[in-house]
T-cell receptor, first 114, second 114 residues
Framework: NAGVMQNPRHLVRRRGQEARLRCSPM?????VYWYRQLPEEGLKFMVY????????ESGMPKERFSAEFPKEGPSILRIQQVVRGDSAAYFC????????????FGQGTRLTVV | AQSVTQLGSHVSVSEGALVLLRCNYS??????LFWYVQYPNQGLQLLLK??????LVKGINGFEAEFKKSETSFHLTKPSAHMSDAAEYFC????????????FGQGTRLTINP
């Protein structure tokens, strides 16, 4: 049973480009969470999704960031018009249910904006 | 609002010595508390979690943590450090027991000296 798969592992984008980060949850998991880890900081919650629904996006920046988790395929975190401050590690986690179950984290995507 | 404070961004101990990583939390509701470990360029792995059962929680790799409500603490300990314990450790709190909106501390980098 493969764990949470994130790709790419490393992504370099120039300022103004778009970044697309993908997350395939563990088999059978329908709850996905995205977290961002800025350099020298802990992880900060961004968004919680179930299949085809955004449950909680209270941690998402108001502009340029969006997330989806379609019926088929991986969850996508999209960052439009990236800026240097978006450089960070983005982690995806998945769980079997939304509460009282362990979150399994992927290895992260390290985004560098140049 | 919930918050987590990890005292000491860097901790260094000798191999075989006691490991003590400190975590204090703030929560307006009974908290669920977690310790995660992150090895270099890896995702987070759950070490242990407190979910209102026993106050002394045993986790993987010989780690344990004790929930002390009066001190609002959830410190992580291991009696004898191994070189393989060198990693970054994150304490996190949640009000929902699972993966939703984990609030992380800033992390403590543990170094093991031979």
């Amino acid at each position: 049973n493969a764990g949470v798969m994130q790709n790419p592992r490393h992504l370099v984008r120039r300022r103004g480009q778009e970044a697309r980060l993908r997350c395939s949850p563990m088999k059978g998991h329908s709850h996905v969470y995205w977290y961002r880890q800025l350099p020298e900081e802990g992880l900060k919650f961004m968004v919680y999704l179930q299949k085809e629904n955004i449950i909680d996006e209270s941690g998402m920046p108001k502009e340029r960031f969006s997330a989806e988790f379609p019926k088929e395929g991986p969850s996508i975190l999209r960052i439009q018009q990236v800026v240097r401050g978006d450089s960070a590690a983005y982690f995806c986690a998945s769980s079997l249910t939304g509460t009282r179950t362990e979150a399994f984290f992927g290895q992260g995507t390290r985004l560098t904006v140049v | 609002a919930q918050s987590v404070t990890q005292l000491g961004s860097h901790v260094s101990v000798s191999e075989g010595a006691l490991v003590l990583l400190r975590c204090n939390y703030s929560s307006s509701v009974p908290p669920y508390l977690f310790w995660y470990v992150q090895y270099p360029n890896q995702g987070l792995q759950l070490l242990l979690k407190y979910t209102s059962a026993a106050t002394l929680v045993k986790g993987i790799n010989g780690f344990e943590a004790e929930f002390k409500k009066s001190e609002t603490s959830f410190h992580l300990t291991k009696p004898s450090a191994h070189m393989s314990d060198a990693a970054e450790y994150f304490c996190a709190v949640s009000d929902q027991g699972g993966a939703q909106k984990l609030v992380f501390g800033q992390g403590t980098r543990l170094t093991i000296n031979p």
